[in-house]
């Protein structure tokens, strides 16, 4: 995928990490995306979501707490997300979102760029 293809997208970054979300940031920044965040919390989240982004690049836990709201949010909504996680997978209670995209941590920025923005055009190409 070319460079543009984040170019101006609003991207939520949703990490409890400070420094992976230091390198999500600069990185997303680097491809030319608005980077909204990051935040720490499901509940910030939410809120950065109502106020409305292109994409969306989530932790799944956040100290003990999972992001599911957010992601259940995002994908009703048909909104791209990446999934970063320590887990191979996404926990058997929640089968319904094997269509997500999950890397595994630590990801590989130049294949969570191209994944996202696959998505975003995907979005783009059903929006129009």
């Known amino acids: 995928m070319v460079k543009g293809s984040l170019e101006n997208k609003r991207i939520l970054i949703l990490e409890d990490d400070p420094l992976l979300a230091l390198d999500l ?9 608005t980077v909204v965040g990051p935040v720490s919390s499901v509940e910030l989240a939410l809120e950065a979501v109502k106020k409305g982004i292109d994409a969306a690049v989530l932790d799944l836990n ?13 994908a009703e909504a048909g909104t791209p997300l990446v999934v970063c ?13 094997t269509d997500i995209v999950l ?10 760029q191209s994944r996202l923005a696959e998505q975003i055009a995907e979005a783009s190409g059903k929006s129009s």
């Open 25 to 33: 940031e600069d990185y997303l920044t680097e491809q030319g995306a």
């Open 85 to 97: 996680s320590g887990y191979a997978e996404l926990p058997d209670t929640r089968m319904e979102l």
């Open 103 to 112: 890397l595994p941590k630590p990801c590989d920025l130049n294949i969570l």
């Open 62 to 74: 956040l100290r003990g707490v999972y992001s599911y709201p957010v992601i259940e949010v995002l």
